[in-house]
């Protein structure tokens, strides 16, 4: 009996050792960016029964006997050991996975990528399907930066996600350009209504924003990213206001999108470069070298050299792309080609 009665108590002690408790850690379904000793990929956690909008935070460790698979969010049993004579630049915790408590796949990873407006509160907008920094009102989100942009139909804007829930969605304020557009009304309601959204509900490829009583404020749908579609050959058909009659020796630009970089002709010289600046709506060009031979008609080629420097933004639409200055103003149109 007194053997027994020692054994309970040395079980007690262990139980009770300060340098050792199991904890209830949530991981998130992505990893962000993070510096630690160099920078590095942080798994974001939180702790508690429950799991908390926006409150997240960087976890600069690792748990021992857990296998972090993106795409899912977790429940974990961890236990944190107190560890003692550790380097000045480690952590002194160490981290043991007990047990996966939860795991489930992340529905708000749907949200990611470009979506096409289609209503405001109700109405239907009746615009061309274009891409690009064109008249359609468009969105594109990533919810790994809880970041926001897109175009209004008139200015381009940028801003974050502040709360980010399996139904409810908290929007920062907007940056956004300052164009005053022929027609506002469009942009003026999708701004409007972009500020009042609290809540949202995703149906296979259609996403609806709902204001904090449910009640309907923009439909979109799921695009295809605009610069995606810009990687592709494309030969001009106007440039700087002029038709280019002689399409066999038409200036033509073949853009890669992922490498961002771009090659062609000027409708003279073979032409390279590099792509600068490239987002669903924005489009400029670096320096680009050339050869220097002198053709019969230099008009063409000349015009097209002079544009191609100041290209700002663009849109594609019916397989014509589009080149716009940073007024909105076109440079030239070009037709895809394969």
């Known amino acids: 009996m007194k053997n027994t009665v020692v054994f309970g108590i040395i079980l007690m002690l262990f139980a009770c050792n300060p340098k050792e408790k199991a904890e209830i850690y949530w991981v998130n379904s992505y990893k962000v960016d993070c510096v630690g000793v160099g920078p590095m990929k942080c798994m974001l956690?939180?702790?508690g029964e429950a799991l908390e909008d926006g409150a997240w935070q960087n976890f600069y460790s690792k748990i021992e006997g857990f296998e972090y698979?993106?795409?899912?969010?977790?429940?974990?049993?961890?236990?944190?050991?107190?560890?003692?004579?550790?380097?000045?630049?480690?952590?002194?915790?160490?981290?043991?996975?007990?047990?996966?408590?939860?795991?489930?796949?992340?529905?708000?990873?749907?949200?990611?990528?470009?979506?096409?407006?289609?209503?405001?509160?109700?109405?239907?907008i009746k615009l061309p399907r274009t891409r690009g920094a064109g008249v359609l009102p468009q969105l594109f989100i990533d919810i790994?930066?809880?970041?926001?942009?897109?175009?209004?139909?008139?200015?381009?804007?940028?801003?974050?996600?502040?709360?980010?829930?399996?139904?409810?969605?908290?929007?920062?304020?907007?940056?956004?350009t300052q164009k005053m557009c022929p027609d506002m009304a469009i942009a003026t309601a999708f701004?409007?209504?972009?500020?009042?959204?609290?809540?949202?509900?995703?149906?296979?490829?259609?996403?609806?924003?709902?204001d904090e009583n449910g009640t309907e404020l923009l439909e979109f749908t799921k695009g295809t990213e605009a610069k995606i579609l810009l990687n592709d050959i494309w030969v001009a058909e106007v440039v700087d206001g002029v038709a280019v009659s002689d399409?066999?020796?038409?200036?033509?630009?073949?853009?890669?999108?992922?490498?961002?970089?771009?090659?062609?002709?000027?409708?003279?010289?073979?032409?390279?470069?590099?792509?600068?600046?490239?987002?669903?709506t924005e489009l400029v060009f670096g320096?680009?070298?050339?050869?220097?031979?002198?053709?019969?008609?230099?008009?063409?080629?000349?015009?097209?050299?002079?544009?191609?420097?100041?290209?700002?933004?663009?849109?594609?639409?019916?397989?014509?792309?589009?080149?716009?200055?940073?007024?909105?103003?076109?440079?030239?149109?070009?037709?895809?080609?394969?």
């Open 191 to 210: 701004n409007k209504a972009l500020q009042a959204v609290k809540q949202y509900k995703l149906s296979e490829n259609t996403l609806t924003f709902m």
């Open 287 to 338: 320096t680009l070298a050339g050869t220097k031979k002198m053709c019969m008609d230099m008009n063409i080629p000349d015009k097209f050299n002079k544009l191609i420097q100041k290209v700002h933004a663009y849109k594609i639409a019916n397989l014509k792309l589009t080149l716009l200055d940073e007024k909105g103003e076109v440079l030239a149109i070009l037709k895809k080609t394969d």
């Open 45 to 47: 956690i939180q702790k």
């Open 69 to 124: 698979e993106p795409g899912f969010i977790y429940k974990l049993k961890v236990k944190e050991e107190q560890l003692e004579n550790v380097p000045a630049d480690a952590s002194s915790i160490k981290y043991i996975l007990v047990e996966v408590l939860e795991k489930r796949e992340d529905a708000r990873l749907g949200l990611n990528g470009s979506w096409e407006a289609l209503k405001i509160k109700g109405s239907v």
């Open 144 to 176: 790994t930066k809880m970041q926001i942009s897109g175009i209004d139909n008139c200015n381009n804007f940028t801003g974050s996600i502040s709360k980010l829930g399996e139904s409810t969605i908290e929007l920062g304020p907007l940056a956004a």
């Open 247 to 280: 399409q066999d020796n038409a200036p033509r630009l073949e853009i890669n999108s992922t490498e961002l970089t771009v090659s062609g002709t000027d409708g003279c010289n073979n032409i390279t470069g590099k792509i600068t600046t490239l987002t669903n």
